[in-house]
């Protein structure tokens, strides 16, 4: 079975330049999540979609970062003009909200760096 | 405000040791505790647990949640450079499908 898949691995980029990753979430899954990870900070969540509705972006930092869902299949998130403090590990991970409890899988990630 | 915490941060141990990881909580209406494993990708699921007092058992690995004090432990037995990893407690809440994680126990299995 295919896991969540993330695009690009990695990404290499300038300050100001805009960056976006993407990530197909877990066919049958109506839950995503998008997740940042470093040192410092550890796993934080920044949004979260349920049946491709945007339900908690408390998490995003600023308006340089935007997420979107258009269908089941496919989630974006967007960060413009992007700055060296975004350099972090983006995690997608996906789940079935189902009324029980569920798991979140998680795709391998993007290793973001902005120079 | 929600939270999760894990102890230690970091744990170095010899093969064949016995570890303990700990994760305590404060979530408001907690709906189910996860162990995760992270290597050098993706964390990858270990447990789920929702009922105190019942342990979940994988192998070497075993997991049990006490909802009344709010806490979790992870023991790893007969330890292997294998299970070096960082260790990942999160919590997830009823309300809206919301995770939280703690920051991880980072363990090194030294041969």
């Known amino acids: 079975d295919a896991g969540v898949i993330q695009s690009p691995r990695h990404e290499v980029t300038e300050m100001g330049q805009e960056v976006t990753l993407r990530c197909k979430p877990i066919s049958g899954h109506n839950s995503l999540f998008w997740y940042r990870q470093t040192m410092m900070r550890g796993l934080e969540l920044l949004i979260y979609?349920?049946?491709?509705?945007?339900?908690?972006d408390s998490g995003m930092p600023e308006d340089r970062f935007s997420a979107k869902m258009p269908n089941a299949s496919f989630s974006t998130l967007k960060i413009q003009p992007s700055e060296p403090r975004d350099s972090a590990v983006y995690f997608c991970?996906?789940?079935?909200?189902?009324?029980?409890?569920?798991?979140?899988?998680f795709g391998d990630g993007t290793r973001l760096s902005i120079l | 405000e929600d939270k999760v915490v894990q102890s230690p941060l970091s744990l170095v141990v010899h093969e064949g040791d016995t570890v303990t990881l700990n994760c305590s909580y404060e979530v408001t209406n907690f709906r189910s505790l996860l162990w995760y494993k992270q290597e050098k990708k993706a964390p990858t699921f270990l447990f789920m647990l929702t009922s105190s007092g019942i342990e979940k058992k994988s192998g070497r690995l075993s997991s049990i949640l006490d909802k009344k004090e709010l806490f979790s432990i992870l023991n790893i037995t007969a330890t292997q450079t294998g299970d070096s990893a960082i260790y990942l407690c999160?919590?997830?809440?009823?309300?809206?499908?919301?995770?939280?994680f703690g920051t991880g126990t980072s363990l090194t299995v030294i041969p």
């Open positions: 999160a919590v997830e809440a009823n309300t809206g499908n919301q995770f939280y």
């Open positions: 979609f349920n049946n491709n509705v945007p339900i908690d």
């Open positions: 991970a996906s789940s079935l909200e189902s009324g029980g409890a569920q798991p979140q899988h």
